[in-house]
């Protein structure tokens, strides 16, 4: 057991042992015990937050969600209202906003749950600002979208360095690393020609964790940090993007050059808005959306017309099995074939399986066995 505060003070201090060490080939094995350390701890403390019931009662509802995160007065509220109509209090101050406020966007089909977050500030990751209720909103996330303030535009970087301490990843893949643990013959590292850390520091992590026998294979290059994630095994992986507020404040030539800086060094796809003139919405929403990796599916009856105005919404890769599931479980058995027209059909009304994979658009007809 690790009480909150003695492990949010231990991590404070390892996270400045860290800082202070200066990055060469002498520290780098010390500087991969510390990650690991860190990691370790809040493992620990996370997992009793959870028993402890810790984090806000939101329910995932709706085709996908997603939350907004920005520091306060950046606009999360003025654009949940632009978003979903839902008015949640609009001031002019810091923290308006203390718990987790939800809204639907209904935008082509699909229903996109919307959550208002507490802003995020510096130091969450320590538990001020309630760390593990954030945590807690910010894993069940399809996608963050991050609301800045243009005039503002360094706290982006706060907000990704923060939500990385809350091992958050943004926009990262999930390392494709393998662990087959053993009893006896010490710890031996597959690298497959990829880049990999240093072998003192796989070793060092490992031990950290008590991990003495085993193989570990690599199948991507996978740095120090990833390494340490994918041992801990305590990282949230999030879709992220950027809604770059308040351009009704700067001349175009601001929102271009900062745009551009923030793409650049985030890779993030940015969005220029103004929550309060409702300029740019409508892209914001298709950005969103196809961020989502959603797919609309139109039903068409055998001899009928297909139903333009209500798909189903799915995730992508879903197939035809999906699509029944969607319209009756008790269906699925009974599943013949189905007819697809369009972006998953090679021609009109191609016949296939329950197995092929659906595309964003698809007009389906699925024949069933009575
Ligand atoms: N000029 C301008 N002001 C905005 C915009 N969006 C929000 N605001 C103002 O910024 C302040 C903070 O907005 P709010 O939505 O409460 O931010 P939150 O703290 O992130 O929820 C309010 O006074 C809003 O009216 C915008 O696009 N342009
Ligand atoms: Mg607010």
Same mark, same amino acid.
């Given at each position: 057991?690790?009480?909150?505060?003695?492990?949010?003070?231990?991590?404070?201090?390892?996270?400045?042992?860290?800082?202070?060490?200066?990055?060469?080939?002498?520290?780098?094995?010390?500087?991969?015990?510390?990650?690991?350390?860190?990691?370790?701890?809040?493992?620990?403390?996370?997992?009793?937050?959870?028993?402890?019931?810790?984090?806000?009662?939101?329910?995932?509802?709706?085709?996908?969600?997603?939350?907004?995160?920005?520091?306060?007065?950046?606009?999360?509220?003025?654009?949940?209202?632009?978003?979903?109509?839902?008015?949640?209090?609009?001031?002019?101050?810091?923290?308006?906003?203390?718990?987790?406020?939800?809204?639907?966007?209904?935008?082509?089909?699909?229903?996109?749950?919307?959550?208002?977050?507490?802003?995020?500030?510096?130091?969450?990751?320590?538990?001020?600002?309630?760390?593990?209720?954030?945590?807690?909103?910010?894993?069940?996330?399809?996608?963050?979208?991050?609301?800045?303030?243009?005039?503002?535009?360094?706290?982006?970087?706060?907000?990704?360095?923060?939500?990385?301490?809350?091992?958050?990843?943004?926009?990262?893949?999930?390392?494709?690393?393998?662990?087959?643990?053993?009893?006896?013959?010490?710890?031996?590292?597959?690298?497959?020609?990829?880049?990999?850390?240093?072998?003192?520091?796989?070793?060092?992590?490992?031990?950290?964790?008590?991990?003495?026998?085993?193989?570990?294979?690599?199948?991507?290059?996978?740095?120090?940090?990833?390494?340490?994630?994918?041992?801990?095994?305590?990282?949230?992986?999030?879709?992220?993007?950027?809604?770059?507020?308040?351009?009704?404040?700067?001349?175009?030539?601001? &929102?271009?050059?900062?745009?551009?800086?923030?793409?650049?060094?985030?890779?993030?796809?940015?969005?220029?808005?103004?929550?309060?003139?409702?300029?740019?919405?409508?892209?914001?929403?298709?950005?969103?959306?196809?961020?989502?990796?959603?797919?609309?599916?139109?039903?068409?009856?055998?001899?009928?017309?297909?139903?333009?105005?209500?798909?189903?919404?799915?995730?992508?890769?879903?197939?035809?099995?999906?699509?029944?599931?969607?319209?009756?479980?008790?269906?699925?058995?009974?599943?013949?074939?189905?007819?697809?027209?369009?972006?998953?059909?090679?021609?009109?009304?191609?016949?296939?399986?329950?197995?092929?994979?659906?595309?964003?658009?698809?007009?389906?007809? &699925?024949?069933?066995?009575?």
């Amino acid at each position: 057991m690790i009480d909150k505060n003695s492990g949010n003070k231990k991590i404070e201090e390892l996270q400045e042992q860290y800082s202070k060490t200066k990055y060469n080939k002498a520290t780098n094995k010390y500087l991969g015990i510390l990650r690991a350390k860190i990691a370790k701890i809040r493992r620990e403390m996370e997992s009793q937050g959870r028993k402890a019931g810790t984090g806000y009662a939101v329910r995932k509802t709706g085709n996908a969600t997603v939350v907004l995160v920005g520091f306060p007065n950046a606009g999360k509220s003025s654009l949940l209202g632009v978003l979903t109509g839902v008015q949640s209090k609009v001031a002019d101050y810091a923290f308006t906003t203390l718990e987790v406020i939800p809204g639907m966007l209904e935008y082509e089909g699909a229903n996109i749950q919307v959550l208002d977050l507490p802003g995020l500030i510096q130091g969450a990751h320590v538990g001020r600002g309630g760390s593990l209720k954030i945590i807690s909103v910010v894993r069940i996330a399809d996608l963050i979208l991050f609301v800045i303030d243009i005039n503002r535009p360094q706290e982006l970087y706060q907000l990704i360095e923060e939500l990385e301490m809350l091992n958050i990843r943004i926009n990262q893949k999930r390392p494709a690393v393998r662990l087959e643990k053993s009893f006896a013959g010490g710890v031996n590292i597959e690298g497959n020609g990829h880049r990999i850390p240093a072998k003192e520091i796989i070793l060092s992590v490992l031990n950290e964790f008590k991990i003495f026998n085993g193989e570990i294979i690599f199948y991507s290059d996978t740095t120090d940090q990833q390494f340490v994630d994918f041992v801990a095994d305590n990282c949230v992986y999030v879709r992220g993007a950027v809604a770059l507020n308040k351009i009704d404040t700067v001349d175009q030539r601001r &929102v271009d050059s900062a745009r551009k800086e923030i793409e650049s060094r985030t890779g993030l796809r940015v969005i220029p808005i103004s929550a309060k003139m409702t300029e740019n919405i409508e892209v914001l929403k298709g950005t969103v959306f196809s961020g989502l990796d959603l797919i609309r599916i139109y039903l068409k009856p055998k001899d009928g017309e297909a139903d333009m105005k209500n798909p189903l919404v799915l995730e992508s890769g879903a197939t035809i099995i999906d699509v029944v599931r969607k319209i009756n479980t008790k269906l699925l058995k009974s599943i013949r074939y189905a007819y697809v027209s369009g972006p998953s059909s090679k021609f009109p009304n191609q016949r296939v399986g329950e197995d092929h994979k659906v595309r964003d658009g698809d007009i389906v007809t &699925v024949v069933f066995d009575f």
